[in-house]
């Protein structure tokens, strides 16, 4: 039976409750906020402390001989490569008269294919004439040499066209030399000879004729690519805004420092494991949540919703510490000061009826160790208590956090209240707690749940616990004599779904 309830309870847990990790990184607006600000700052002082050089930018109109419809960018993204070479930086030092290396010039610009035509020129300098007059430089040695490239390949291609069209003249003129040798006469065979070299200077002269051609056309269409090479945006610098780049870098700062402080309290959460929502932490602890208790805000009307919600659970508190057969306990986790002040207030309510002694567990002793105010209870610490007799009633206040002294918390009261903080403790440590008080045999009133997400709509109640809840837990009985005693109950169990499968009874 234990067996399959945990299979079935650990089949309905999902892997990743998407709920609780979007509450508790809203919980933790203060680390992706501060990472949010940060970027923002650093991004604000890149702008202003890390300005950018002086810089100029122009555009070169670049022809080509092979220009397609269909080009990818080929031919641009080579003559962006021919750009970014040695030759053209040397070339636009000399023109500019500068002892600067090549290598030097090369690192102060790139180029950037526009369209399959339109090559930009970016290029940064020392002052905003000197980047001008870099861009200029090589704009001009970039032209130059797209030029001279050109022409050369038609030149070479004309030179091979003429080379072709000569051969052909020379065996044409062999041809006409062997026809002109030849005398008339009526022998077939010969006359079929002189018809085939009629027929080969007839082949001759049209290949001739289209070598004449296709060199025309060769030397013809460098023009095209001198004339249509040639840059149609003139040098010029580019204008900085200091306020304008500082907006621009900030506001990726921004972004960018979100982005990771978002990421960063997941997988804090995810690592973690502490639940934040009602439902997770009373299923952890075993009891229900009987109240929340918000933040303390500096805001009017928060802060008295605050107040009339504490007020609201000092008099249930009251009431229960009342009726009560046995002696009853705060405990906190991840808030002592809450608890203090509640079994602070509880106390004084109580001191109405009878004499009545708050005992401080708390680990240093602030409780016990503060400035009484008028009509405040008498707090003892826990040694003073242990060797004072027990005169009237007595409300413990303590500690189930790490380094608790489980077997002293029964001194405090045989049944507690747990004052829990949302999202500080972990899963593991919440079974660790309904563990130890099951195994000290302290049940479980109800779980005060402190910072409570605001937006938190999950209910708290343990509906298949009822003797774990406030409504159904078993009333201890006092004995004839005046001294309570332990009335048989249900078992209680530590947590649904405990760690290592294992349950506290």
Do not use: C
Not at 94 to 99: A, E, G, H, P
Not at 104 to 117: A, F, K, P, S, V
Not at 490 to 501: F, L
């Amino acid at each position: 039976m234990t067996t399959s309830t945990t299979a079935e309870s650990s089949a309905a847990t999902p892997l990743l409750d998407l709920q609780g990790l979007v509450v508790a990184v809203r919980r933790r607006r203060r680390l992706w906020s501060a990472m949010a600000l940060l970027g923002l700052l650093a991004g604000a002082a890149v702008a202003i402390l890390l300005p950018p050089p002086p810089s100029a930018v122009t555009k070169i109109l670049v022809a080509h001989a092979d220009d397609q419809p269909n080009d990818t960018g080929t031919l641009i993204r080579t003559d962006v490569q021919v750009l970014e070479t040695t030759r053209i930086a040397e070339l636009a030092l000399n023109s500019l008269k500068s002892t600067e290396k090549p290598e030097d010039l090369m690192r102060d610009y790139q180029g950037t294919g526009l369209t399959n035509n339109l090559l930009q020129i970016d290029v940064s300098g020392d002052t905003k004439a000197q980047a001008v007059d870099r861009a200029q430089a090589l704009a001009d040695a970039f032209v130059a040499d797209h030029v001279r490239r050109m022409r050369a390949t038609a030149k070479a291609e004309s030179d091979a066209l003429l080379e072709q069209r000569d051969r052909m003249r020379d065996e044409l003129a062999q041809v006409n030399k062997e026809i002109g040798n030849r005398s008339p006469n009526t022998d077939p065979q010969a006359s079929a000879s002189l018809e085939t070299l009629f027929a080969r200077r007839a082949e001759l002269n049209s290949r001739i004729a289209d070598f004449d051609e296709r060199a025309a056309d060769a030397r013809t269409g460098t023009p095209q690519v001198v004339s249509g090479t040639e840059i149609v945006d003139a040098p010029r610098a580019v204008p900085y805004s200091m306020p304008k780049a500082a907006a621009t870098d900030a506001a990726i700062g921004l972004v960018l420092g979100l982005v990771v402080g978002l990421a960063l309290a997941a997988v804090g959460v995810v690592v973690k494991d502490r639940p934040v929502l009602r439902r997770d932490i009373a299923s952890h602890l075993g009891a229900s949540v009987i109240t929340d208790l918000p933040r303390r805000s500096v805001l009017p009307w928060r802060r008295r919703r605050a107040r009339v919600a504490q007020e609201r659970l000092t008099t249930s508190l009251t009431r229960t510490v009342r009726g009560s057969a046995e002696a009853v306990s705060l405990l906190e986790l991840g808030a002592a000061h809450t608890a203090g002040v509640l079994a602070v207030a509880v106390a004084r309510n109580l001191a109405a009826e009878g004499p009545v002694v708050v005992v401080d567990g708390l680990p240093g002793s602030e409780l016990s160790g503060r400035r009484a105010k008028p009509g405040d209870p008498a707090v003892i610490s826990g040694e003073r208590a242990a060797a004072e007799p027990q005169q009237g009633l007595r409300l413990g206040v303590g500690s189930v956090a790490p380094g608790t002294a489980w077997t002293d918390l029964q001194y405090l009261g045989t049944q507690t209240v747990l004052v829990v903080r949302a999202g500080h403790g972990s899963a593991a440590w919440l079974h660790t707690v309904a563990r130890q008080l099951a195994d000290q045999r302290i049940p479980v009133i109800g779980v005060v749940l402190t910072d409570p997400d605001p937006k938190d709509r999950t209910d708290g109640t343990l509906w298949d616990g009822l003797h774990t809840a406030l409504r159904g837990r078993s009333e201890r009985q006092a004995q004839p004599g005046g001294t309570a005693r332990r009335a048989e109950r249900q078992p209680m169990w530590a947590a649904h779904g405990a760690d290592n499968e294992q349950e506290a009874r």
